[in-house]
């Protein structure tokens, strides 16, 4: 327990770190993509784009991009969060109760991925990438995190 919250207190550094790291891209519309209530939502706005689809008992799917970005969640009974700024890509999917959040902010490719009622977060910044699912978590580039909160696997590069 111990290690997941010194993981997720890492987690919270990295974003302030990303964050500042990711606006020297030109500021632009942002885009929100929800599901439901669309079945499948979908949304370009400017260079911006997003896609939202739920299925399934208490499925939600929430997705926004800004700038470049690009964010896709996915849900089937599970809850799925993406956001993505600047050239960055965010995925998300979520079956059976799992929760699954994927951020990309100023560049960069995030990935999670859970079911049955997991947790798991990835973050990436500019030239990184994060990949948390049940299978386990990968973190590639100086401004990557990602954990799995029910297996406590973790990995962060600064």
């Known amino acids: 327990m111990a290690r997941a919250g010194a993981s997720i207190a890492l987690g919270v550094a990295a974003i302030g770190g990303l964050a500042v790291a990711g606006t020297g891209v030109a500021s632009a519309a942002r885009v929100d993509c929800v599901s439901p209530p669309a079945a499948n939502d979908i949304h370009v706005i400017g260079d911006a784009s997003c896609g939202a689809t739920a ?12 700038d470049s970005g690009t964010a896709v969640s996915v849900a089937d ?7 993505a700024t600047g050239f960055g890509v965010a995925l998300s999917g979520a079956k059976a109760a799992g929760q699954a959040h994927a951020y990309a902010i100023g560049g960069g ?10 947790t798991t977060f990835a ?13 386990g978590v990968n973190c590639v580039g100086p401004l990557s995190f990602a954990i799995n909160l029910n297996t406590g696997a973790v990995c962060a590069m600064r």
Not at 59 to 66: E, I, K, Q, S, W
Not at 77 to 83: E, L, R, S, V
Not at 123 to 135: D, K, Q
Request: proline residues 0%.
């Open 109 to 118: 490719i995030a990935h999670a991925r859970t079911d049955n009622g997991n």
């Open 123 to 135: 973050i990436a910044g500019w030239g990184s990438g994060a990949t948390a699912e049940s299978a």
């Open 55 to 66: 299925t399934g008992a208490g499925g939600v799917a929430n997705a926004g991009a800004m």
């Open 77 to 83: 009974g599970g809850t799925a969060n993406t956001f």
